[in-house]
């Protein structure tokens, strides 16, 4: 079955910098590739996904790019916030169930 | 915007008691999946549902049953809990057939097993 991998597991970055965080999946077939936000106790967030059609997507200060050949995807945060802090899960998908990584635990310090 | 619903928001059972958890799932949305997440762990899949028809399913235990209603709500059965079975219950909901796979969490379920 499909497996993801994700890293760094943990990112400490200063406010203002960028950070970068990246997966890997197995299954060539996967189509669909969504990162999700989650604050502590609470539900993950979609805030960006992308699908295999597409190497490219941006969304102000979020980026997400697709290399189908090497199975990688990676997410990039611009002018890092405090809010920001949170973890974050990459997923992939072929027929809708998502799989997730391991997760990335993000900190922006002020 | 409307989101995504569940209930109960905390549970508390204890072992080998059962428990039902309730999703409904964001207007006009037709298909329901149901997630498991442990303490510091990422969401495990355990089951979808398209337009009321099972249509996926992941590590769910035999113990555990769900299914989706004419209203596109769907519940968690769980019977003979288990003190692992402790653990953040997610629904997320999607519209299946023009934004497939595209899913919007609600805001869980705590289940607690003691």
């Known amino acids: 079955g499909e497996n993801v991998e994700q890293h760094p597991s943990t990112l400490s970055v200063q406010e203002g910098d960028s950070a970068v965080i990246k997966c890997t999946y197995s299954?060539?077939?996967?189509?669909?590739f969504p990162w999700y936000k989650q604050e502590l106790g609470k539900r993950p967030q979609l805030i960006i996904d992308?699908?295999?059609?597409?190497g490219e997507k941006k969304d102000q200060r979020i980026a997400v790019t697709l290399n189908k050949t090497a199975k990688h995807f990676s997410l990039h945060i611009t002018e890092t916030q405090p809010e920001d802090s949170a973890v974050y899960f990459c997923?992939?998908?072929?027929?809708?169930?998502?799989?997730f990584g391991q997760g990335t635990e993000l900190s922006v310090k002020p | 915007a409307a989101g995504v619903i569940q209930s109960p928001r905390h549970l508390i059972k204890e072992k080998r008691e059962t428990a039902t958890l309730k999703c409904y799932p964001i207007p006009r949305h037709d298909t329901v999946y149901w997630y498991q997440q442990g303490p510091g762990q990422d969401p495990q899949f355990l089951i979808s549902?398209?337009?009321?028809?099972?249509?996926d399913k992941g590590s769910i235990p035999d113990r555990f049953s769900a299914q989706q209603f004419s209203d596109y709500h769907s519940e968690l059965n769980m019977s003979s809990l288990e003190l692992g079975d402790s653990a953040l219950y997610f629904c997320a909901s999607s519209l299946g057939a023009q934004r497939p796979y595209e899913q919007y969490f609600g805001p869980g379920t705590r289940l607690t097993v003691t």
């Open positions: 549902f398209y337009e009321k028809m099972q249509s």
């Open positions: 997923a992939a998908s072929i027929t809708g169930k998502l799989i």
């Open positions: 299954d060539s077939a996967s189509n669909y």
């Open positions: 992308i699908r295999s059609n597409v």
